[in-house]
């Protein structure tokens, strides 16, 4: 999973260039061991002075993240680096013996399964970091096991084909949820792990609460606290949905798969009212796609991400990668909570075949509708909001009156979603909150990539041919091409040389 780390670095400078795309991950463990000695109320429960939290990096490689774990976070314990890899697992132990005193006495290095080591070792970690190469899915069901009660379970996947619809039937036999693809993919892949979490962590009397849920560059990371409760596990359901695509538009519409129903001091779960659509959607007239379930509670705890942004603001010093930690917490930080997914304004102006108003003139229209808006942290472009889509799709019949577009086919979606007169009258004055308070104040919330041919690199022990250079840049490519070539020349000379040696005998 990671290169080998061999050189011998100061005390205070251990790979800090490998953090710019795993800023994020020593936050979370800051959390529990920056604590006082006062008593700690977690989940309605006290506890007292915490200790030193332990922590286990299940697929580690060369250990780097270990490390870093050790040498970067205050109050941090004991370090478990596992890995199946005999030359990883050697990498490591050296990789330690290079960090000095420090990652000696808190790191260990085991030649290991991660399934196996986390089954047996039941609830005695308090962090578990699980970040393999593609899905996480088969080391789920152990990860949750081996948290203690109130720990955190950090999981990382890379297998984003496989999470936004690219394979939606490889996506349902792996994470147990049918992917949809529009524009929201990427947040649809965040709430598919999350809801497998919890499908995982339901089999032992456990549910999850998410701290922290992020996509960027390349991938999908969630940080869940895992609780064990039968009582509060009964939840579940009423934190998952499934989605309805509309296959003409955009409108899209979440279906709860559980309700409760409330009397004097008793609460009684049920399966949730449906249909919440009609056969053909209500805007164009299409069928509908059908996917999930997702997670359809927050996916952040908006309290702890407003902290730990105004904590690394007062420590930026001490991050290398502070803008990028920066951009992504503001931008978490003002998302609407409890939005599933998002809409994409060129998206519903590419349907009715329209200009496309400002972001701001839009979000001051839903806003003088008396809806709530915001942007996501997963596309640019994208705005979340509690509008329904009726309203919707009403702004934009008043915005194309106002800005006529070519006469369409009658049967395109967009005729029909024009041809119905608006039941709201937008208001687009430009509304108080039409920005949030990072644009207003000009905080840079997406950053570009921070070189070129940045994302995913080839499995190890791939052959690389031209067709990489999307991936690897054109010189990496020619360079590895040349070097091939070289060892295929080196190899036949060698047997040339040994076939003319066996004619002359």
Request: aromatic share 6%; hydrophobic share 35%.
């Amino acid at each position: 999973m990671g290169s080998h780390v061999e050189d011998k670095p100061n005390d205070c400078d251990i790979n800090i260039e490998k953090s710019n795309d795993q800023g994020l991950e020593e936050k979370p463990n800051e959390d529990p061991c920056t604590a006082s000695e006062e008593p700690v109320k977690i989940e309605g429960k006290v506890r007292g002075k915490l200790k030193p939290p332990r922590v286990l990096e299940a697929l580690s490689a060369s250990g780097l993240r270990a490390l870093r774990y050790a040498r970067e976070v205050e109050g941090i314990g004991q370090v478990v680096a596992l890995d199946n890899d005999k030359g990883a697992v050697e990498a490591c132990q050296r990789n330690i013996k290079f960090n000095g005193s420090v990652a000696c006495s808190k790191v260990e290095s085991h030649l290991a399964d991660a399934c196996v080591y986390m089954l047996t070792h039941p609830k005695e970690f308090d962090v578990v970091d699980l970040d393999p190469y593609g899905s996480p899915s088969v080391f789920l069901d152990s990860a949750v096991q081996s948290v203690v009660d109130g720990g955190m379970l950090m999981c990382t996947a890379t297998d984003m084909a496989v999470l936004c619809g690219g394979n939606g039937e490889v996506c349902y036999s792996k994470y147990g949820s049918y992917p949809l693809r529009g524009k929201y993919c990427h947040e649809m892949a965040l709430r598919i792990l999350l809801a497998c979490i919890e499908s995982h962590a339901n089999r032992y009397k456990r549910y999850i609460v998410p701290v922290l849920s992020v996509q960027m560059d390349f991938y999908v990371r969630v940080f869940v606290r895992v609780y064990t409760s039968a009582s509060a596990m009964k939840n579940t359901p009423l934190k998952l949905s499934y989605v309805y695509q509309c296959i003409g538009c955009d409108s899209f519409h979440l279906q709860p798969i559980g309700r409760t129903v409330s009397k004097n001091t008793s609460v009684r779960y049920l399966p949730g009212f449906a249909p919440v659509v009609p056969q053909e959607c209500s805007d164009c007239g299409k069928k509908f796609n059908m996917g999930g379930p997702i997670w359809s509670a927050p996916i952040h705890d908006q309290d702890w991400v407003t902290s730990i942004l105004a904590d690394v603001k007062s420590m930026k010093n001490c991050y290398p990668a502070y803008e990028r930690i920066s951009a992504v917490l503001t931008t978490i930080s003002e998302e609407l909570p409890d939005v599933p997914l998002f809409l994409s304004l060129h998206n519903l102006c590419a349907t009715l075949k329209c200009t496309s108003p400002s972001a701001v003139i839009f979000r001051s229209a839903v806003i003088n509708a008396g809806y709530q808006i915001s942007g996501t942290h997963v596309n640019p472009l994208g705005l979340k909001s509690d509008a329904p889509m009726d309203v919707i799709w009403d702004i934009m019949r008043c915005w194309v009156k106002n800005h006529p577009v070519k006469a369409q086919p009658a049967d395109q979606p967009g005729s029909v979603i024009l041809a119905k007169e608006p039941v709201l009258q937008a208001n687009f004055a430009r509304a108080v909150a039409s920005l949030s308070k990072a644009q207003a104040k000009k905080v840079a919330r997406f950053l570009p990539n921070p070189e070129r041919h940045w994302g995913p690199k080839l499995r190890a022990g791939r052959q690389i041919t031209s067709k990489h250079i999307s991936l690897l840049g054109e010189e990496a490519v020619n360079g590895c091409l040349n070097d091939q070539d070289s060892e295929r020349d080196a190899k036949r000379q060698k047997i040339e040389k040994s076939n003319d040696a066996i004619a002359e005998s």
